[in-house]
């Protein structure tokens, strides 16, 4: 995340177009798409998921400095344990990396982490940074950073 730069939100806003009062206070994404990015470069899923990665700090990023309330993230259902192993295990290796990475990121921002979903069928190391992560996090005062995975589609 790159909000240490000489820019303020309000600088954002105004370059944007956009009127204070009028941004949302919640937004949510639910994240997709990622295998057909990476079918269209002829490129390994993994790839893709990497590139979703990416798009999504860069939205946190965003979000943060325009004083958005809070960015909920639908990244992982219940559904998508079906998926081949290989692709699962690729997931779950890319939270903790990305949670690992960004967490000093996360702090200096004064963004609080909350996972929502199912905990229980999470991989131990997964559920390890993430509780770590929400527990830093806990008294940030910025954007509030909702992280679904694992949840119901019902
Ligand atoms: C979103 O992209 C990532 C997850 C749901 C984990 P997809 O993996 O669903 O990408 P498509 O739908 O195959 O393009
Ligand atoms: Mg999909």
Redesign the pocket.
């Known amino acids: 995340m790159s909000t240490n730069d000489d820019k303020t939100p309000l600088d954002t806003i105004k370059e944007l177009g956009l009127a204070r009062e009028r941004l949302p206070q919640h937004i949510a994404i639910i994240?997709?798409?990622?295998?057909?990015?990476a079918?269209q470069r002829n490129l390994p899923?993994v790839r893709?998921?990497v590139k979703?990665a990416e798009s999504v700090r860069a939205i946190v990023t965003h979000c943060a400095r325009l004083q958005i309330d809070t960015l909920t993230l639908y990244?992982?259902?219940t559904e998508?344990w079906k998926r081949p192993r290989e692709e699962v295990d690729a997931?779950m290796a890319l939270y903790v990396e990305n949670l690992v990475r960004e967490r000093d990121e996360l702090m200096a921002n004064q963004i609080r982490l909350v996972q929502i979903g199912r905990r229980e069928d999470l991989p131990e190391d997964v559920l390890r940074e993430l509780e770590k992560t929400e527990s830093m996090s806990a008294g940030n005062r910025g954007l509030r950073l909702v992280l679904a995975i694992n949840y119901g589609g019902r």
Do not use: C, E, K
């Not at 994240?31 to 990015?37: A, P, T």
């Open positions: 994240m997709d798409g990622n295998g057909r990015w079918r899923r893709g998921h979703g990244s992982f259902s998508n997931l």
